[in-house]
């Protein structure tokens, strides 16, 4: 086969990979715009990590311990999924921005001057893999004594609609 032909036809193979996955890519975000997610992802997350847990920063929890696999940032709300190994039984709890919201009846952590209410996904747990939708995610524990986590975190952080931070 001659070179130019070889040539034009590997162009016209990636032309048409090409269309087809903006094709893909343009669905996927109009399917997405139905369930609230932006056209346009703000930031991914994927990691493997070892870390050490610390005081939880939540209003009146500075005795309890806290690590988080995904903080939460305002504006944001993450959809992803995390395989974890501890060292010590934890919580796993995942955070709703419902800052200004009625929040009759819920538990409501406060960080950094939001309000989060908490969902328990797994409790009493030394290891596991979750899917989570929420601001935040984190290994909690109402004890004092420090634990260790291994784990891994693949997420995408959306922008939260109706917490964006003013502009």
């Given at each position: 086969?001659?070179?130019k032909v070889l040539y034009l036809s590997m162009m016209v193979a990636v032309l048409l990979a090409s269309a087809v996955a903006s094709t893909v890519v343009i669905a996927e975000a109009a399917k997405n715009k139905h369930h609230g997610k932006p056209d346009v992802f703000t930031r991914?997350?994927?990691?493997?990590?070892a870390e050490q847990s610390a005081s939880h920063d939540a209003e009146n929890h500075a005795s309890h311990q806290a690590m988080y696999f995904v903080h939460p940032v305002e504006g944001k709300v993450?959809?992803?999924?995390?395989?974890?190994?501890?060292?010590?039984?934890?919580?796993?709890?995942?955070?709703?921005?419902?800052?200004?919201?009625d929040t009759t009846?819920?538990?409501?952590?406060?960080?950094?001057g939001r309000s989060y209410a908490v969902t328990v996904l797994m409790k009493d747990v030394t290891s596991g893999t979750v899917d989570f939708v929420g601001a935040g995610i984190l290994a909690h524990?109402?004890?004092?004594?420090?634990?260790?986590?291994?784990?891994?975190?693949?997420?995408?952080?959306?922008?939260?609609q109706a917490h964006l931070p003013n502009q």
């Open positions: 086969m001659n070179k991914r997350i994927t990691e493997s990590f993450y959809d992803g999924r995390i395989t974890f190994s501890s060292s010590k039984a934890v919580d796993i709890l995942v955070y709703h921005d419902v800052t200004g919201a009846g819920l538990t409501v952590h406060k960080v950094d524990t109402a004890a004092s004594d420090p634990f260790t986590v291994a784990a891994s975190v693949n997420a995408i952080g959306w922008n939260d």
